[in-house]
């Protein structure tokens, strides 16, 4: 059974650090990871997607990266704002087909 | 186009009441999705439709229903609500599974 965790739970960092943020799970025969961003009270916001055959995806600041063999993904923020402050999600194919497996979420602070 | 929207937004039911969840989408997309969102634990699926006429069951289907009742619209049933289904619902769809998913903002429910 496809298992995610997410570590930290929750982050404060200063305005203008780069930072990482990281993700694991346990079967590795994945169809893809995604990251989400989701802000109090909202729904999701997709980030990146990034497929089996890929080792990373890029997005302005995001830049996400993915390990099969080690079961571990990465979304690295660089350049931090207090704008970035929300709780990140990611979420790797499961065993319900190609259904999304999430993790509960890293809550990311960015103190101005 | 308005991409995912969710009715109602917030719904207080008691024990034993029956409501439905109502979820449309904009994007001619094929493939719905609704997952359930609670404190400290990512989101789990519990049901998903791969395309119109096509409904199966996700992580968590016990003591709900759903109807894909066109393309645009995939509705969640609670036929005898329980404190356990306290939760916030989100509805989701993309292209094709498992592409990129698209979130709807949510509905808040309370069963007292």
């Known amino acids: 059974k496809q298992e995610v965790t997410q570590i930290p739970a929750a982050l404060s960092v200063p305005e203008g650090e780069n930072l990482v943020l990281n993700c694991s799970f346990t079967d590795s025969a994945i169809y893809n990871l995604q990251w989400f961003r989701q802000d109090p009270g909202k729904g999701l916001t997709s980030l990146l997607l990034?497929?089996?055959?890929?080792r990373e995806q890029t997005s302005g600041r995001l830049n996400a990266s993915l390990d099969k063999s080690s079961g571990r993904s990465t979304l690295y923020i660089a350049a931090s704002q207090p704008g970035d402050s929300a709780t990140y999600l990611c979420?790797?194919?499961?065993?319900?087909?190609?259904?999304?497996?999430f993790g509960a979420g890293t809550i990311l602070r960015v103190k101005s | 186009n308005a991409g995912v929207t969710q009715t109602p937004k917030f719904q207080v039911l008691k024990t034993g009441q029956s409501m439905t969840l109502q979820c449309a989408q904009d994007?001619?997309?094929?493939?719905m999705y609704w997952y359930r969102q609670d404190p400290g634990m990512g989101l789990r699926l519990i049901y998903y439709s791969a395309s119109e006429g096509t409904t199966d069951k996700g992580e968590v289907p016990n003591g709900y229903n759903v109807s894909r009742l066109n393309k645009r619209e995939f509705s969640l049933r609670l036929e005898s609500a329980a404190p356990s289904q306290t939760s916030v619902y989100f509805c989701?769809?993309?292209?094709?599974?498992?592409?990129?998913?698209?979130f709807g903002p949510g509905t808040r429910l309370t069963v007292l």
């Open positions: 994007m001619n997309h094929n493939s």
């Open positions: 990034i497929q089996s055959s890929q």
């Open positions: 979420a790797a194919t499961g065993e319900y087909g190609n259904k999304l497996v």
């Open positions: 989701a769809s993309s292209e094709e599974e498992p592409d990129t998913q698209y």
